[in-house]
C-alpha cells in the first residue's frame, strides 16, 4: 500500500524566513503534485511534477522531486503571510488515483 | 483553465434522508472523475473512482450501497449520501481528469460541506 508522509504537519514561519516541506512517499512513482488548500476551501493546484530531477518554481515556492530517493520537497523562500495555508503533496497511485500526505499547516507570523 | 463546479456548495439535512452532490467539468470532457471527504483537519481520502458509462470502483471500507455513484457523462458524476447519518458529516471534494491531459492532470471542484443533523 502506497503512504504518503509529509513533515512536519505544523510548521510556524516567521516573515522574511525560508522553510522546507518534505514528502515521502513508499513506492515507485514519477508523478507528484503540491496542492495549497485555505481554510474552509478546496484545493489549488500549485505544481505538477512528472520526472526525476523536477523542479519548479513560482513565485516565493519552489518544489523539486527526486524519484530515487521518493522524496519531494516545497521550499518557501522569504515567507510572507498569504502564504499561511495548508499545504499537501499527492502521489499518482495509479490511473489518477491519488494518495494524499496528511497535509502541513503553515502558519506565518510576523 | 479547466473549471469544476460542485452544487450544492453546502447542504444540512435530517437524519435518515438522502442527498445528491453534483460534479461539472465546465470547459472540459472528464472520462474519469474521483470523489473525496475530508474530516476537519484531516488530509483527503479517495472514496471512489468514477467512470463515464461503466460502474464505479470504490475504495476499500467504502461502502458502494451508502454512496452511490453516477457518471451520467463526460461532464457530470452525482455522488448521493442514502440515508445520511452525522457521521457522514464532512467536506466532500471531487476532482475531473481531464480526458485530453497527458499527465493525470485533476481539477478539483469547490467542496461540498455536508452537515447531517
Known amino acids: 500500500e502506497l503512504k504518503v508522509e509529509q513533515n512536519p504537519l505544523f510548521l510556524s514561519m516567521q516573515e522574511g524566513k525560508n522553510y522546507t516541506i518534505y514528502c515521502n512517499y513508499s513506492?515507485?512513482?514519477?508523478?507528484l503534485y503540491w496542492y495549497r488548500q485555505d481554510p474552509g476551501k478546496s484545493l489549488e493546484s500549485l505544481f505538477v511534477l512528472l520526472s526525476n530531477g523536477a523542479v519548479k518554481q513560482e513565485g516565493r515556492l519552489m518544489a523539486s522531486l527526486d524519484t530515487k530517493a521518493r522524496l519531494s520537497t516545497l521550499h518557501i523562500t522569504a515567507a510572507v503571510h498569504d502564504l499561511s495555508a495548508t499545504y499537501f503533496c499527492a502521489v499518482d497511485k495509479s490511473w489518477g488515483k491519488f494518495q494524499f500526505g496528511a497535509g502541513t499547516q503553515v502558519v506565518v507570523t510576523p | 483553465g479547466a473549471v469544476v463546479s460542485q452544487h450544492p456548495s453546502w447542504v444540512i439535512c435530517k437524519s435518515g434522508t438522502s442527498v445528491k452532490i453534483e460534479c461539472r467539468s465546465l470547459?472540459?470532457?472528464?472520462?474519469?472523475m474521483f470523489w473525496y471527504r475530508q474530516f476537519p483537519k484531516q488530509s483527503l481520502m479517495l472514496m471512489a473512482t468514477?467512470?463515464?458509462?461503466?460502474?464505479?470502483?470504490?475504495e476499500q471500507g467504502v461502502e458502494k450501497d451508502k454512496f452511490l455513484i453516477n457518471h451520467a457523462s463526460l461532464t457530470l458524476s452525482t455522488l448521493t449520501v442514502t440515508s445520511a447519518h452525522p457521521e457522514d458529516s464532512s467536506f466532500y471534494i471531487c476532482?475531473?481528469?481531464?480526458?485530453?491531459?497527458?499527465?493525470?492532470?485533476?481539477?478539483f471542484g469547490p467542496g461540498t460541506r455536508l452537515t447531517v443533523l
Open positions: 470547459d472540459f470532457q472528464a472520462t474519469t
Open positions: 468514477s467512470n463515464e458509462g461503466s460502474k464505479a470502483t470504490y
Open positions: 476532482s475531473a481528469r481531464d480526458a485530453g491531459s497527458a499527465y493525470n492532470e485533476q481539477f
Open positions: 513506492t515507485t512513482s514519477d508523478r
